[in-house]
């Protein structure tokens, strides 16, 4: 059974950088593809961007400027980074697997639990 546990922050300055880890266990970050996926308070889920099982990442265009997606395969687990946060990156933030590669967020198999991230002063 592959689990996710998302791990960071809770509360992040406005212009800071978000940072997030997703500890995989069960099966290996080197198979499949792994992205992070988030939804804001009252809206749905919006795909941000992954990285496949050979280390190649793909972003949201609209987030590509301010996002990063990387990876410790000995650690097996991949991070997030969101740079020049605003509040409204306020956020439930999963990590999540998916067989193929997909920005459906409905496509994806296994889930972490998801982490509240709040973006305030």
């Known amino acids: 059974q592959v689990q996710l546990q998302e791990s960071g922050p809770g509360l992040v300055k406005p212009s800071q950088t978000l940072s997030l880890t997703c500890t995989v266990s069960?099966?290996?970050?080197?198979?499949?593809?792994w992205s992070w996926i988030r939804q804001p308070p009252g809206k749905g889920l919006e795909w941000m961007g992954a990285?496949?099982?050979?280390?190649?990442?793909y972003y949201k265009p609209s987030l590509k400027s301010r996002t990063s997606i990387s990876r410790d395969t000995s650690k097996n687990q991949f991070t997030l980074q969101l740079s020049s946060v605003t509040p409204e990156d306020t956020a439930v933030y999963y990590c999540?697997?998916?067989?193929?590669?997909?920005?459906?967020?409905?496509?994806?198999?296994?889930w972490g639990k998801g982490s509240l991230v709040t973006v305030s002063l």
């Open positions: 990285i496949t099982y050979s280390g190649s990442t």
């Open positions: 069960g099966g290996s970050i080197t198979t499949n593809y």
């Open positions: 999540a697997r998916g067989e193929v590669f997909t920005t459906h967020p409905n496509e994806y198999d296994y």
